[in-house]
C-alpha cells in the first residue's frame, strides 16, 4: 500500500453524503473490503491501491480500512443516517460535521454564513487526515449544484481547499440541477454561483445532470418512476468506473494529475463529461457480452452520457477510455482508433492522439467488463446555455435576490458570475470552431506579438 498517492473525499450537503455512501458501498465491494473495514477479498490486485481512499488502521489484531473522507451537511438528517446506516461505523466518528439551520436551497447561507462558521472545523478535520499521507495527490469533492450546502459549503470549500493546498488536484463530481427535474425555483441561481466559482477554483469538474440520470433510468434500465436511490446508484457506478485507474494498478492515467494533464488543454475548459457502458436492465438475465467494439461505440452514444447534451452538435477536445475486465490492449486501442477515423470530424484534428485508452483486469462487482469515458467536448456549453437561461429569466427581473443579499451578498457577484459564464460558452464556441490553420496562424500571431512587445 505504501505506492499509493491518497486522495482526500469530501462530501458536502444532501445529494454529496447520499451519493458518497452508495460510493463507498461499492468501492468497499471492489476492494473486497467488509461493512467494518475488514478485508475478505482473494485477489491481491484489491489491495494493492487501496490506499487512495483508505486509511489502513491496525488495532486489536486485525488491519481496518477506513475512509479517508469528511462528510459535511448543514442539516443533521442525511449524516445521522448515514452514520447509523450499514456503513455507518467506517468512518471515524469525527470526520462528521453537522449544524442545526440548514442552508434551506440559498447558496449564499452555504457560502457566507451558515457554512462559513463550520469552514475551519472542516479545514481541521481535513488537516488531520492530510498528515497522516505520505503524498497527498489532491481532494475529491462531491456535492450537487441546484441546493444550499452542496453548493454554497462545497464551493467555499473548494476556495478554502485551494489556498491551504494549492500544489494539490481539485477534483469534483457535480451534479447538477436540471429544469425538466427541479427541487426549487431558485436552482438557476445557485447552480450560476457555483460554476462561476468552480471555473477559477477547480482543475477537474465531472458533470453529470439529473435529467441524463432519469434519462438512462427510464430508457434503459427500465424504471419508470427512478427515485434518488436509482439516479445515486448511477452515479456512484460511474464514480468508481472514473476512479478505476486511481484505484487498481494499470498503465495508464494512474493519478489525477495525469489524468488532468491528458484531458485538460485550457485550464478554465475543465468541465468533462463521463459516460458508461454497459447500462443494462438488471432484470434482463440474458446479459450478453459486449464486444470491445460495441463498449466504445457506446461510450460516444449520447444514450450513455451522464448530461444531457449531443456531443454531435459539439467537438471532442480530448477523451479518456477506461476499459474493465478481461480485455486485450490491441483491441481496446483499435476500437477506439477505428472510432476516431469513422467519425473524425467530431474530434478536433489540432490536437493529435487526443483519446487515451487505460485498462485494468478487475471488473465492477456483477459484470464481467465495463467502461467508462470522460470526454472534455465543445458540447459541454449546452449544459451552461441551459442555466444561464433558468438564470437570466429571474436575475433580469431581480426575482427572489432578497433571500441573498439578506445573507450579506453583494448583487455584483450575480452579474459576475452571469458573465463568468458567458466568457467561458464563448471559448468552447471559440474552440469548437478552430481548425488547425487557424490554431497555426493565431500561434503565430501571439508569437509576433510576443516578439514586439519584448523589443
Known amino acids: 500500500m505504501s505506492n499509493s498517492r491518497e486522495i482526500i473525499n469530501v ?25 467494518s473495514g475488514v478485508y475478505e477479498g482473494s485477489d491481491p490486485l484489491q489491495l494493492q ?37 450499514p456503513i455507518g461505523s467506517l468512518f471515524r466518528p469525527d470526520t462528521f460535521l453537522t449544524a ?19 469552514a475551519d472545523n472542516i479545514l481541521d478535520i481535513v488537516r488531520k487526515q492530510a498528515e497522516s499521507c505520505d503524498a497527498l495527490q489532491g481532494f475529491q469533492i462531491l456535492h450537487s449544484l441546484g441546493g444550499g450546502t452542496g453548493a454554497g459549503l462545497g464551493s467555499l470549500m473548494l476556495n478554502k ?49 439529473n435529467e441524463a440520470l432519469y434519462g438512462i433510468s427510464q430508457r434503459t434500465l427500465k424504471i419508470a418512476a427512478p427515485s434518488f436511490t436509482d439516479l445515486n446508484n448511477l452515479i456512484a457506478q460511474v464514480m468508481c468506473g472514473v476512479s478505476t485507474s486511481l484505484r487498481f494498478p494499470g498503465q495508464l492515467n494512474g493519478d489525477l494529475r495525469k489524468l488532468g494533464m491528458n484531458l485538460i488543454p485550457f485550464p478554465r475548459l475543465h468541465f468533462l463529461l463521463p459516460s458508461y457502458a454497459p447500462f443494462y436492465d438488471p432484470k434482463a438475465k440474458h446479459f450478453e457480452k459486449d464486444s470491445v467494439q460495441d463498449l466504445t461505440k457506446a461510450l460516444f ?54 483519446v487515451s485508452v ?22 459541454m456549453q449546452e449544459l451552461f446555455k441551459r442555466t444561464m437561461e433558468g438564470f437570466s429569466a429571474m436575475f433580469k427581473r431581480r426575482a427572489f435576490l432578497h433571500w441573498y443579499t439578506g445573507e450579506g451578498m453583494d448583487i455584483m457577484e450575480f452579474s459576475e458570475a452571469e458573465n463568468n459564464t458567458l466568457d467561458l460558452i464563448s471559448e468552447y464556441q471559440q474552440y469548437q470552431e478552430a481548425t488547425a490553420d487557424e490554431e497555426e496562424g493565431e500561434y503565430e500571431e501571439e508569437i509576433a506579438a510576443e516578439e514586439s512587445y519584448e523589443q
Request: net charge negative.
Open 100 to 118: 442545526e439551520p440548514g442552508a434551506g436551497n440559498n447558496w449564499a447561507k452555504g457560502y457566507y454564513t451558515e457554512g462559513a462558521e463550520l
Open 358 to 379: 487505460s485498462l485494468v483486469r478487475v471488473p465492477p462487482v456483477g459484470q464481467t467488463q465495463a467502461a467508462t469515458c470522460l470526454s472534455n467536448s465543445t458540447a
Open 49 to 85: 491501491r487501496a490506499g487512495v481512499y483508505f486509511d489502513e488502521v491496525s488495532g486489536g489484531g486485525q488491519t481496518r480500512y477506513v475512509p479517508r473522507s469528511v462528510q459535511v451537511d448543514l442539516e443533521a438528517g442525511v449524516c445521522n443516517k448515514l452514520r447509523s446506516g
Open 161 to 209: 481547499l485551494r489556498e491551504e493546498y494549492p500544489d494539490r488536484m481539485m477534483a469534483t463530481f457535480s451534479v447538477l440541477p436540471s429544469p425538466k427535474v427541479s427541487e426549487t425555483v431558485v436552482e438557476p441561481y445557485n447552480a450560476m454561483l457555483s460554476i462561476h466559482q468552480l471555473v477559477d477554483s477547480s482543475d477537474l469538474t465531472i458533470c453529470i445532470d
Open 11 to 35: 462530501q458536502a450537503g444532501q445529494a454529496g453524503n447520499q451519493v458518497g455512501e452508495v460510493f463507498w458501498q461499492k468501492i468497499l465491494e471492489e476492494h473486497g473490503i467488509n461493512n
Open 301 to 354: 452514444d449520447r444514450k450513455n452520457l451522464l448530461v444531457a447534451c449531443d456531443p454531435r452538435f459539439g467537438r471532442y477536445l480530448t477523451a479518456a477510455t477506461i476499459f474493465r475486465g478481461n480485455i486485450s490492449s490491441r483491441e481496446a486501442q483499435y476500437a477506439v482508433h477505428d472510432l476516431q477515423q469513422k467519425n473524425s470530424a467530431q474530434f478536433v484534428e489540432w490536437i493529435p492522439d487526443n
